[in-house]
């Protein structure tokens, strides 16, 4: 399955709930779900329909994907590499999730939503270590320090960063510093640091059938 191009509000709907796909939007009366929290379609007026147990699990894997804005093959990529890890699988496959550069600079408040994030790492705007890197599915790890381009600390996106100060919380595994609008990685990120909570176990057994 390809990328989501289309209004991605719809993913919010299919849920039945917020995934805050749009930033402070969703935080708004202009939220999709504030208006019209019924599955999108023709027949979306209708109850929501009973899935099965397959049904609960696919729903489970998409929404985590919409979440974090990646390809059914980015995400499987994701799975897999975390079935070769020892340990729980799905709880490595949400920390491989959130050390995603695109999800990190979200996390920092530097972007009010990922898919701003990723649009900011593809258009050169954010270095790791000082190098700049375009590539949003690059893994941060413990040390990294994550900044801005020099020349991009002239454009609208770090203006509003810079001038608003720390705007939401941020997760204990990071490390903001408001006065050079860089921030740190310090730890390896845990399922308690999600504010969205994904079943993972539903994601290995949908894998796992």
């Known amino acids: ?3 989501q191009i289309g209004p991605v509000c719809r993913l919010c709907r299919r849920a039945g709930e917020k995934l805050f796909l749009k930033g402070e939007r ?4 202009k939220c999709a779900i504030e208006r019209r929290n ?6 979306g007026m209708g109850r929501r329909r009973r899935l099965s147990e397959h049904g609960m699990q696919m729903r489970e894997k998409n929404r985590a994907r919409a979440i974090y804005g990646i390809t059914e093959r980015q995400f499987r990529k994701n799975f897999d590499e975390a079935a070769r890890k020892p340990g729980v699988t799905g709880q490595y496959l949400l920390q491989l999730l959130e050390r995603r550069l695109d999800n990190a600079v979200f996390r920092l408040g530097f972007a009010t939503s990922r898919a701003q994030a990723r649009q900011l790492v593809r258009h050169g705007h954010i270095t790791v270590n000082g190098k700049k890197l375009s590539i949003p599915s690059y893994l941060v790890g413990v040390g990294d320090v994550v900044g801005w381009v020099e020349g991009s600390k002239k454009t609208e996106a770090y203006k509003a960063v810079s001038g608003a100060g720390q705007r ?3 997760p204990k595994w990071l490390i903001l510093d408001t006065q050079a609008v860089t921030g740190k990685i310090h730890a390896l990120p845990e399922p308690s640091d999600m504010d969205l909570k994904i079943e993972e176990r539903m994601i290995v057994e949908y894998y796992a059938r």
């Not at 969703?26 to 009366?29: A, E, S």
């Not at 019924?38 to 027949?43: L, R, V």
């Open 168 to 170: 939401q919380a941020i």
């Open 26 to 29: 969703c935080l708004t009366p």
């Open 1 to 3: 399955m390809s990328r």
């Open 38 to 43: 019924t599955p999108p379609g023709a027949h």
